[in-house]
């Protein structure tokens, strides 16, 4: 069973800046895309940012500039730098990555969250 553990959430002010990390752990062949979404209170949970296995990266308009994605596939870890944090990026942050099993199916794996709390 593969598992994505993330880290590195917390309370942090306007202006700030906080790095998420997502480590995959568990018998798997390879992941594929990963990926970070969030999902502030009321609202529906939506893509941050995701990278491929080659590095192909994609953003959300509203952390573009900001935000940063990269992963280590040595490590199975994909990391999230956010700077120049708002308030509206107070959300739980989830990670998410579409795994090959070593039986050849692919698994869409999440984590339980992390949360993130920007201070005005």
């Known amino acids: 069973q593969v598992q994505l553990v993330e880290s590195g959430g917390g309370l942090v002010q306007t202006g700030g800046s906080l790095k998420l990390s997502c480590a995959a752990s568990g018998i798997l062949f390879e992941l594929y895309t990963m990926g970070w979404y969030r999902q502030a209170p009321g609202k529906e949970r939506e893509l941050v940012a995701d990278?491929?296995?080659?590095?192909?990266?994609n953003y959300a308009d509203s952390v573009k500039g900001r935000f940063t994605i990269s992963r280590d596939n040595a490590k199975n870890t994909v990391y999230l730098q956010m700077n120049s944090l708002k308030p509206e990026d107070t959300a739980v942050y989830y990670c998410?990555?579409?795994?090959?099993?070593?039986?050849?199916?692919?698994?869409?794996?999440w984590g339980k969250g992390t949360l993130v709390t920007v201070s005005s």
């Open positions: 998410n990555a579409v795994v090959v099993l070593i039986s050849g199916n692919f698994a869409n794996v």
């Open positions: 990278i491929t296995r080659g590095d192909s990266s």
